[in-house]
């Protein structure tokens, strides 16, 4: 049984940590952006925008792109194991991209290496709750998952006055030290289920992997609801981290420096933590998979949104904007997990979001260095932005489909069993027929003579 506390709230720090270590960097890549397109091109360099948004997209669709086998190989080596790794390797990678001299090279270290290890220690922050915590686990995600929007409140702030004070190559020296707090705190991940590893071995403890089915379980695609969903939900998101790359710079150019970009991040942060709490709840009271109707709300916003960034010509509006962008973004996360189990069932739910996730990185990572191509050939973020909306509308119009699906299919089930017990009778009663039938021509050939 959950121990729903002691050594589990200590888990609970260490995750919150992981939460918002990994995004609070990630989202806040716009202030990385603006200093990396100074050091390394300039204004120089025509195609320097789209250059430099290839290192934030990169490294933010790698964090998806890597769960699917994240997802196997925590079940395989346990959360503990998985967490410290990844850490080390995110570590090395966030280290090793503050020794550059090109844009190049940051495509590996931090687009590749970094990202993989923030991946890999993410993961299993979120599986290792569900070993300490069964009837207070909502409470518990609600507040791990916060941690990214603590982070993403505070740190461009920080990130803004270390650049400025020592460059931007000790400031990814100083956000190692986040880095490795992270692995620390992977160390505290003791488990209580036992992994794949353990049961697959035995008590010798001699490993053998499981059946491919139990590492990957594709079972889950011939949901048509699930499939639905999954295409949607990618199809939604080639203009959703846009902003968050080329924000700071857009506000650069049209604001020059009498403003404070990072207040943007600021309001994005704050009321997506809000829109977590908020919708979370509602979507308690939204009965299955209905609950697609709060991401379809959330994609029209999000793509909205994004299209009135142009149009703001004071600052105060973008304000507006990113509060509102802000809090339908924490609505379509925090009912990922719930839409889950109600198309594919809690037993499947791990797999079908690792694959989703999956997903979700192809768009993700395109999407930014097509706004930064666009900048390079047009001198402005405008169409960009306004394209950045369209895929939010068109993504959702593909969701609006799934509830009437997934009623449509669970009719059928109730359906198929009822029909079973009805040919069932049939057939008891034709069974009672035959058995009757032989003993009336012997009575009446027992009348007859």
């Keep these: 049984e959950s121990p729903e506390g002691g050594w589990g709230w200590v888990v609970m720090l260490a995750a919150m940590w992981c939460n918002g270590a990994v995004f609070g960097i990630q989202n806040s890549c716009g202030v990385l952006f603006v200093s990396m397109r100074q050091l390394f091109g300039g204004d120089e360099d025509k195609h320097m925008a789209f250059k430099t948004a290839w290192v934030g997209s990169l490294s933010m669709g790698m964090v998806f792109f890597c769960s699917p086998i994240v997802s196997i190989f925590t079940d395989l080596f ?23 001299s090109t844009i190049e090279p940051l495509y590996f270290t931090y687009g590749i290496l970094f990202a993989c290890g923030c991946s890999f220690a993410y993961q299993p922050s979120l599986v290792i709750l569900g070993h300490y915590f069964k009837k207070r686990l909502g409470l518990v995600n609600g507040i791990v998952t916060a941690g990214s929007s603590l982070f993403t409140v505070s740190l461009p702030f920080l990130l803004r006055v270390l650049i400025n004070s020592v460059g931007l190559f000790n400031t990814l020296r100083v956000l190692c030290i986040l880095m490795f707090i992270l692995f620390l705190a992977g160390f505290t991940y003791k488990p209580l289920i036992s992994n794949a590893k353990d049961k697959e071995g035995g008590k010798k403890g001699k490993f053998r992997f499981p059946s491919d089915k139990k590492i990957c379980n594709f079972s889950v695609f011939k ?4 499939r639905i969903w999954a295409l949607g939900i990618p199809a939604a998101l080639f203009g959703y981290f846009v902003p968050y790359v080329h924000l700071m710079q857009h506000v650069k150019d049209r604001f020059g420096d009498s403003v404070q970009q990072e207040v943007l991040l600021l309001c994005l942060g704050i009321t997506s933590g809000v829109g977590r709490l908020i919708f979370g709840r509602v979507a308690d009271y939204i009965p299955g998979a209905k609950k697609v109707y709060l991401q379809v709300t959330s994609f029209f916003f999000i793509g909205l949104m994004s299209m009135m960034i142009p149009l703001c010509n004071v600052f105060g509006g973008l304000i507006a904007v990113c509060l509102f962008m802000g809090l339908f973004d ?23 979001i690792g694959f989703l996730l999956g997903l979700m990185s192809i768009p993700m990572t395109v999407g930014p260095p097509i706004a930064g191509l666009l900048h390079d050939h047009l001198g402005t973020y405008d169409v960009a932005f306004y394209l950045a909306g369209v895929p939010p509308l068109i993504g959702g ?9 997934h009623e449509r299919h669970k009719t059928k089930q109730r359906v198929k069993p ?7 009778k049939m057939l008891e009663n034709e069974s009672t027929l035959v058995s009757d039938a032989p003993e009336k021509p012997a009575k009446e050939l027992e009348s007859g003579f």
């Design 78 to 100: 346990g959360c503990r194991k998985v967490a410290v790794v990844g850490a080390a390797v995110g570590f090395a990678g966030l280290l090793s991209s503050s020794f550059v």
């Design 223 to 226: 949901v048509l609801s699930y």
């Design 418 to 424: 009822a029909e079973g017990e009805t040919t069932e």
């Design 397 to 405: 119009a593909i969701l609006c489909f799934i509830p009437w699906v």
């Design 330 to 352: 924490g609505c379509f996360i925090c009912i990922m997990a719930p839409i889950a189990f109600e198309l594919v069932g809690a037993q499947d739910v791990s797999q079908a």
